[in-house]
């Protein structure tokens, strides 16, 4: 019993590490194409395809992903914060 909690807590944080990159790269990629559009963030999404927005909702949305996309949001606010000042 403690091998298979183990084991399942071992592949959640492998999860969650890999899913760290991917979730940054999604949010870096979305915070550009809005800065190149000059768009709202809703404007953005109603623009996008079918499949864009499937994938973003799909990536954003998942409750597993939640962990990571938090760290991966800090990570970017931390390497952006000069662009936020304004």
Do not use: C, T
Not at 28 to 55: P, T
């Amino acid at each position: 019993m403690d091998i298979a909690f183990i084991i399942i807590w071992s592949v959640l944080i492998l999860y969650f590490l890999v899913m760290i990159p991917i979730e940054y790269n999604n949010i870096s990629s979305i915070k550009e194409q809005k800065k190149k559009a000059n768009m709202h963030h809703n404007e953005m999404y109603e623009k996008m395809s079918f499949e864009e927005e499937q994938l973003n909702f799909n990536l954003q949305g998942n409750l597993l992903n939640l962990p990571s996309n938090l760290v991966a949001a800090l990570i970017y606010k931390l390497r952006h914060r000069n662009s936020y000042r304004g």
